[in-house]
Every structure is written in structure tokens, then in C-alpha cells.
Nanobody
């Protein structure tokens, strides 16, 4: 049974940092891209960041570029999202996700949540002003 388990969320003040982790179990995702998405109640889920299967390419939403960094640890089958300079508008439930497809994905595909097959349960990030 494949599981993605996020952790690291919490309540912080604006300007603070958090590091989210997503631990995968049930299969290895070393040959797969991995992504982070977020959702606010009443709004559509939005892409935040993704990392290629090789780790050599990273992708970010414009709203987080320069503040967030995605990385992965193949040995731990884990992907991370380092979030710095947090803003109140970053408040959301953050989900990690993985596609069943192995190998490289086109840039548009890696940002499309519909292309991901496995999702975690989410972790709440709340940033107060």
C-alpha cells in the first residue's frame, strides 16, 4: 500500500520559516517526479513546487519563487519543502503528491495536479500577520 505522509506544518508568524517533509512508503519514488500543492477552503488546489525524477530540475509557482525550495532524499524516499519568509497568503493545507509515471515529465505536466496519482493527507500551514 502506497502512502505519502506529510509533516512539519504549524502556526508561525509572518517572516518565519517551516520545513515540510513527505515520507513515502509502499514503493520507491526515486524514478518519479514529486510535487507539492496547496489548497485553501473554497479555492482550487494550486501548484507550489515540483522536483524532477533526477532531482536536477525544480519548478516553482511564481508566488513562492525565491522563498521556497524543494529537495529530495532518495535514500529516505522523502521530499522536502523549505519555506522561508512566509506570508499570510501562504496559509493553506499543503499536500505532497507523486505520479505513477516514471521518468521525466513536461513542465506543464509536472505543474498539473491531475497528473499525480498518489497524494498525502495534507499538513496545515498557518501564517499569522
Amino acid at each position: 500500500q502506497v502512502q505519502l505522509v506529510e509533516s512539519g506544518g504549524g502556526l508561525v508568524q509572518a517572516g518565519a520559516s517551516l520545513r515540510l517533509s513527505c515520507a513515502a512508503s509502499g514503493r520507491t519514488f526515486s524514478g518519479h517526479a514529486m510535487g507539492w500543492f496547496r489548497q485553501v477552503p473554497g479555492k482550487e488546489r494550486e501548484f507550489v513546487a515540483a522536483i524532477s525524477w533526477s532531482g536536477g530540475s525544480t519548478y516553482y509557482a511564481d508566488s513562492v519563487k525565491g522563498r521556497f525550495t524543494i529537495s529530495r532524499d532518495y535514500a529516505k524516499n522523502t521530499v522536502y519543502l523549505q519555506m522561508n519568509s512566509l506570508k499570510p497568503e501562504d496559509t493553506a493545507v499543503y499536500y505532497c503528491a507523486a505520479p505513477d509515471q516514471r521518468g521525466p515529465l513536461a513542465t506543464m505536466t509536472v505543474k498539473d495536479g491531475r497528473r499525480y496519482d498518489y497524494w498525502g493527507q495534507g499538513t496545515q500551514v498557518t501564517v499569522s500577520s
